[in-house]
């Protein structure tokens, strides 16, 4: 039987689930200082890949929760490890923002912005600087060939009052329309970005919770990576949706102010 009040660290979604845009959703900061004053951890973790680290912990900071670096991880982070595993300093055709493009050339890649050169990998991330050109360069190495990657799947970005953006997800279909390739996903829903933080901070995956707003990616990656999973309706999914589903949480609240209680 999961009880929250056995569990020790828990992984946060941010979009959706701490906040909505630039707006923090009622109830998250007292369900942080729960946490911490009940002697447990957090790590926000986000498949946002357009921000890096230090954009998050500037977001919170104005949102009123105090963070640094080792508190995050997201998707950005969780494919810059997969790739130092397989080939330090690989070439890298990367559809990302500035930010992104920061973090990995701190990681040692070398990023390739120009068509018709040698590259090692095909990264997708969440690219709200995408133009037509990066998109034809990307659909040509991919079709050629070229090792494809995708920092997550997240067809849309919540904002508030029910409105989106479109995420990377939705990026990745238009690629598959024109090339008929997927790419390999390196966060969430993938076991691996579980498995990467518990390593990283050395953690027992028995006592980590994945707390999420949507299914697909949140939800699936407890259920993937073996953990407790906590949806909250605060985001995209809503309760009908998840009535309509067949990923089913261990727990589901409207937002995480009413988890407290439980913790």
């Not at 360069?137 to 479109?166: K, R």
């Not at 993937?224 to 609240?253: L, M, Q």
């Amino acid at each position: 039987m999961h009880r929250l009040k056995d569990k020790e660290t828990f992984l946060l979604d941010m979009d959706g689930t701490i906040f909505l845009g630039n707006e923090l959703i009622d109830g998250a900061l007292d369900f942080l200082e729960t946490i911490k004053e009940k002697g447990k951890r957090y790590i926000f973790l986000t498949n946002n890949s357009s921000k890096n680290k230090l954009s998050y912990v500037e977001k919170l900071g104005r949102l009123g929760i105090h963070a640094d670096k080792e508190d995050i991880f997201t998707s950005g982070e969780a494919t810059t490890r997969y790739l130092k595993r397989k080939k330090e300093g690989a070439r890298i055709y990367l559809l990302g923002t500035p930010a992104l493009e920061e973090e990995f050339e701190m990681e040692g890649f070398q990023l390739v912005k120009e068509r018709h050169q040698e590259v090692d990998y095909v990264v997708l991330g969440f690219d709200t600087t995408l133009t037509y050109e990066k998109l034809w360069g990307a659909c040509e190495y991919i079709a050629a060939g070229v090792e494809y990657i995708a920092t997550h799947p997240d067809f849309n970005c919540p904002l508030p009052n029910d409105a989106f953006m479109p995420d990377a997800g939705a990026m990745a279909a238009l690629i598959e329309a024109s090339t008929g390739k997927k790419p390999k996903v390196i966060g969430k829903p993938n076991k691996e970005v579980v498995e990467s933080i518990a390593d990283k901070y050395g953690l027992d995956k028995s006592g980590m919770v994945m707390v999420g707003d949507r299914l697909y990616t949140d939800v699936q990656t407890g259920i993937n990576a073996g953990i407790t999973a906590v949806v909250v309706f605060s985001g995209e999914t809503k309760t009908e949706d998840y009535e309509a589903s067949p990923i089913r949480a261990d727990f589901s609240f409207p937002s995480v102010k009413y988890m407290i209680q439980d913790l």
